[in-house]
């Protein structure tokens, strides 16, 4: 790979399964490439912005394994939503301090949807979990998040595997990782199963042609995963790493040796 290359990393949503992207990290860290900026969309703005403020593969697997994943949110009286996701805001100040993007590491770019006008809101400055909560703020479910005069809701909703805002950046390779490329979606045992079936299954289709553009899409094989099934967030880890290995170490090969990948 040419030295002045830089490399791009765009993690996409997709509930539990985002624990993959955890696996994609550690196979970068190990194939030694580098990561000159990060994007994430929903739980992928979660992991991304702890990667773009320092935090290595290990701690933050670390963190996803001592994640309640389901005691993300609590009540709150509003005409938008049944409950706020106000504590994974609490948890990103947590585990990175009262943080503004723009103080990151690296550039950090999230993802969200303003819900007045359909229209995506790429967010790259501001409060670290005010982004991540509106990245990942589930409409319908989760109360809006103000910005700005706006109402912002999950960036899925517009861009799952968040691309494009990397794509500006002239000259860098854009790896993405898609958490539904080799996705089966099962029948829902409860309402959370049901309702976030019915809110991924619909962009399959729109992100398949969003992430054209990237060098690299790494569709880990979660086929045999829930959304929802927290007790098998190591499995899914590890099955990231293990697929996310193999695409990288053939990425690499190719590029080195100047061939196209098939």
């Given at each position: 790979?040419?030295?002045?290359?830089?490399?791009?990393?765009?993690?996409?949503?997709?509930?539990?399964?985002?624990?993959?992207?955890?696996?994609?990290?550690?196979?970068?860290?190990?194939?030694?490439?580098?990561?000159?900026?990060?994007?994430?969309?929903?739980?992928?703005?979660?992991?991304?912005?702890?990667?773009?403020?320092?935090?290595?593969?290990?701690?933050?697997?670390?963190?996803?394994?001592?994640?309640?994943?389901?005691?993300?949110?609590?009540?709150?009286?509003?005409?938008?939503?049944?409950?706020?996701?106000?504590?994974?805001?609490?948890?990103?100040?947590?585990?990175?301090?009262?943080?503004?993007?723009e103080d990151a590491s690296i550039p950090l770019f999230m993802v969200a949807t303003d819900i007045g006008t359909g229209k995506e809101v790429v967010l790259r400055k501001g409060d670290v979990a005010s982004a991540v909560m509106a990245s990942s703020c589930i409409p319908?479910?989760?109360?809006?998040?103000?910005?700005?005069?706006?109402?912002?809701?999950?960036?899925?909703?517009?861009?799952?595997?968040?691309?494009?805002?990397?794509?500006?950046?002239?000259?860098?390779?854009?790896?993405?990782?898609?958490?539904?490329?080799?996705?089966?979606?099962?029948?829902?045992?409860?309402?959370?199963?049901?309702?976030?079936?019915?809110?991924?299954?619909?962009?399959?289709?729109?992100?398949?042609?969003?992430?054209?553009?990237?060098?690299?899409?790494?569709?880990?094989?979660?086929?045999?995963?829930?959304?929802?099934?927290?007790?098998?967030?190591?499995?899914?880890?590890?099955?990231?790493?293990?697929?996310?290995?193999?695409?990288?170490?053939?990425?690499?090969?190719?590029?080195?040796?100047?061939?196209?990948?098939?």
């Open positions: 790979m040419h030295a002045q290359q830089q490399n791009a990393l765009a993690l996409g949503g997709g509930a539990v399964l985002g624990a993959a992207h955890v696996g994609v990290l550690r196979a970068l860290d190990e194939l030694h490439i580098s990561i000159a900026m990060i994007s994430g969309t929903s739980i992928g703005a979660f992991i991304a912005s702890l990667f773009a403020f320092g935090k290595c593969w290990q701690e933050i697997r670390e963190i996803a394994l001592g994640l309640d994943w389901f005691d993300l949110s609590g009540p709150v009286l509003s005409q938008y939503g049944l409950l706020s996701n106000r504590k994974f805001g609490d948890i990103v100040n947590h585990l990175l301090g009262h943080k503004n993007m319908g479910v989760f109360r809006p998040v103000e910005y700005r005069g706006a109402l912002l809701v999950d960036g899925v909703l517009v861009e799952n595997v968040p691309v494009s805002p990397l794509l500006a950046c002239d000259g860098a390779r854009v790896i993405c990782v898609d958490l539904f490329g080799r996705h089966a979606f099962k029948k829902p045992e409860n309402i959370v199963g049901l309702l976030l079936n019915a809110f991924y299954s619909t962009i399959t289709n729109t992100t398949a042609i969003q992430i054209g553009k990237a060098d690299l899409c790494i569709t880990p094989d979660l086929s045999a995963f829930s959304l929802v099934d927290t007790s098998r967030v190591s499995d899914i880890m590890d099955i990231g790493y293990r697929d996310a290995y193999s695409a990288l170490s053939v990425w690499l090969e190719q590029a080195n040796t100047g061939r196209k990948l098939d």
